[in-house]
């Protein structure tokens, strides 16, 4: 059978304009404690949710958390943070190793107008956290203001939240999380372009373990849900994965050269975004320690609510990352996925690295250098075509009710103005009996099949009841 649609717009769209922030634009409704960010506050380009890192989801928090991520109207990711944050020492002295927690706010310094809300900052032009301030290779500058003459002041103080700043033509999130004596930094940008770029800057407030050479591990979660219909699709390298996978970045890689990419996006819609590492992301290599605690850089998983990470449980002295708790061979396709990606610093001390080194041979010491990684996500498919405000409204024009054999196969063929108006959207859902079907845009002319269940009416049939457009 065939599904006609209709496609409204000229009189209709302008009246809807109205409304364009309302239901339309959808505007991500965050839930207590969730906060709205919205930028900019006029024709939006990014919407968020944010919570900071004490009221974070996950085993003592995930850090500075970002939730119902839409770009221009669209949802790319339900969920952003980094719930697994390591501290690990070279051949186990010091402290042996850590797995730090991620819900303790520091305080940065920050322009007032920005603490907390979105606006613009004049003193000091951007918010300082202990990373940002970190130019010393074995002196720390201790806690908010770091010794930064002339603060705290009448326009600036040290805030224990999240900074948020319109830096015109982007909009930047920054926090910062003690765990004892490391003060971490971990700062989202979300640029006008489309591009995001989470960064984790791995900072020291009393220099302890200074005289240790040791590795922090800090791994980013990623819950891509692209156009908000549950229908993603992974890729290395351009080429679809079927289930769950780890991998690492090219050792061999850099950044302008043979490295790998990861892309996430929804098939249908063709919108999605890739993942390339940072420069610094490279430097250093996977299990550098060589104590086995982090092996990979990507984990690629189906999502699942409430799993956060490879453990439920929160415990400082579980310094391995397990990855067989979480890349376990369930299917990534077209669902939900959470998307893990760990880079990692190496905190050098004198005369200690590599091992066996002797004076100039050595790696000079940058124990108290504070050093930042992270990738960049770059946005793939047309999303500028897809404002809220034009976006097309495709409509079924009443429910209808077909009957179908039960138990059957039927094939729905879907009409081209419905596969090329739809975009992203479901064109409609189906109820037969009890289940129900997702009917999903595809190429014109393309025949998607359907199984019914159930005994129908009479016996003769289920009946079908086609309605809900566009998707929720
Ligand atoms: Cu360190």
Redesign the pocket.
């Known amino acids: 059978m065939r599904i006609d649609v209709i496609v409204l717009s000229g009189l209709l769209l302008a009246a809807r304009a109205s409304d364009a922030l309302g239901s339309d634009a959808a505007v991500p409704e965050c839930i207590a404690p969730e906060r709205l960010l919205v930028w900019p506050e006029s024709d939006p380009v990014w919407m968020m949710c944010w919570l900071p890192p004490e009221e974070s989801a996950g085993p003592r928090g995930s850090g500075l958390e970002l939730r119902k991520v839409h770009y221009r109207g669209h949802p790319v990711l339900r969920r952003a943070h980094a719930p697994m944050l390591f ?1 690990e020492y070279r051949e186990g002295a010091g402290g042996d190793c850590y797995r730090d927690w991620k819900d303790q706010s520091a305080p940065i310094l920050a322009d007032i107008a920005v603490q907390g809300r979105l606006d613009f900052a004049v003193d000091p032009p951007q918010a300082i956290t202990a990373c940002d301030r970190s130019r010393d290779p074995t002196q720390s500058y201790g806690a908010c203001p770091f010794r930064l003459d002339g603060y705290p002041n009448a326009n600036a103080t040290c805030h224990g939240g999240v900074a948020i700043e319109d830096r015109g033509d982007r909009v930047m999130l920054t926090s910062q999380y003690y765990a004892d004596w ?1 003060l971490y930094t971990s700062r989202w940008t979300f640029h006008a372009d489309g591009r995001i770029e989470p960064v984790f800057g ?1 900072g ?1 407030s009393n220099g302890t ?1 200074n005289s240790v050479t ?1 590795w ?1 591990h800090n791994y980013w979660r990623l819950e891509f849900d692209i156009d908000g219909v549950g229908n993603d699709v992974v890729s290395r390298d351009g080429i679809d994965r079927a289930t769950e996978f780890s991998d690492v970045r090219d050792p061999h890689g850099s950044a302008d050269g043979e490295s790998r990419t990861w892309a996430v996006r929804n098939p249908v819609s063709g919108r999605g975004y890739r993942i390339v590492p940072g420069d610094t992301d490279y430097r250093i290599a996977t299990d550098e320690s060589g104590r086995g605690f982090h092996l990979v850089d990507v984990m690629v998983t189906r999502q699942h609510d409430l799993e956060y990470g490879d453990s439920p449980n929160y415990d400082l002295w579980d310094c391995a990352m397990d990855q067989a708790a979480l890349v376990d061979g369930e299917s990534i396709e077209r669902t939900v996925v959470a998307f893990y990606y760990r880079a990692a ?1 190496r ?1 050098t001390t004198k005369n200690d690295w590599p091992p066996g080194c002797i004076g100039g041979a050595c790696v000079a010491q940058d ?1 108290m250098l504070c050093k930042q990684v992270g990738p960049v996500l770059v946005p793939l498919g047309h999303w500028e075509a897809s404002d809220p405000r034009r976006r097309i409204r495709v409509a079924v024009p009443r429910p209808k009710i077909f009957f179908i054999p039960a138990a059957a196969s039927f094939r729905l063929r879907l009409g081209p103005r419905c596969a090329t108006a739809c975009g992203q959207v479901m064109c409609s859902r189906w109820v037969c009996g009890a289940t129900s079907f997702a009917q999903w845009p595809v190429s014109p002319g393309r025949i998607t099949s359907v199984t019914s269940g159930g005994p129908g009416r009479n016996g003769v049939g289920v009946p079908c009841t086609q309605s809900a457009w566009p998707a929720p």
Request: without cysteine; aromatic residues 30%.
């Open positions: 501290a490391y791995f020291n373990f040791h922090h610093v905190d124990s």
